[in-house]
C-alpha cells in the first residue's frame, strides 16, 4: 500500500534551517507530483511547495518562496523540503503528499 513516512522536524531557533525527507513506497513515484504542506494550530492546512515529477516545474507558497528549496530523488523515492531563515511562523506540523495520499506528518517548531 501507499506509504509516505516524512521525518527531519525538530525544534529550531528562528534564522536557523531544517532539511526534511518524505520516504515514499507503494506507487510509481516517479510518475507523481509530490508537494509539502503544513498546518499550524487553529489553522487550515496549507500548501508548502510542489514540484512535478520530472522536477521540471516547482511552485511555492508565497510565504516561503526565497527561503524554501523542493527537491526530489526519483531514484530513491524521496522527497526533501530544505528550509531556511526560519521564523516562528513556520511552526507547523509538515505533511508530505502524493495526490490522494498523505504522511503522518512532523513537527517543526521555531523559538527562541
Known amino acids: 500500500q501507499v506509504q509516505l513516512v516524512e521525518s527531519g522536524g525538530g525544534l529550531v531557533q528562528p534564522g536557523g534551517s531544517l532539511r526534511l525527507s518524505c520516504a515514499a513506497s507503494?506507487?510509481?513515484?516517479?510518475?507523481?507530483?509530490m508537494s509539502w504542506y503544513r498546518q499550524a494550530p487553529g489553522k487550515e492546512r496549507e500548501l508548502v511547495a510542489a514540484?512535478?515529477?520530472?522536477?521540471?516545474?516547482?511552485k511555492y507558497a508565497d510565504a516561503v518562496k526565497g527561503r524554501f528549496t523542493i527537491s526530489r530523488d526519483n531514484a530513491k523515492k524521496m522527497v526533501y523540503l530544505q528550509m531556511n531563515s526560519l521564523k516562528p511562523e513556520d511552526t507547523a506540523v509538515y505533511y508530505c503528499?502524493?495526490?490522494?495520499?498523505w504522511g503522518q506528518g512532523t513537527q517543526v517548531t521555531v523559538s527562541s
Open positions: 514540484i512535478t515529477p520530472g522536477g521540471g516545474f516547482i
Open positions: 503528499n502524493s495526490p490522494g495520499y
Open positions: 507503494g506507487f510509481t513515484f516517479s510518475s507523481y507530483a
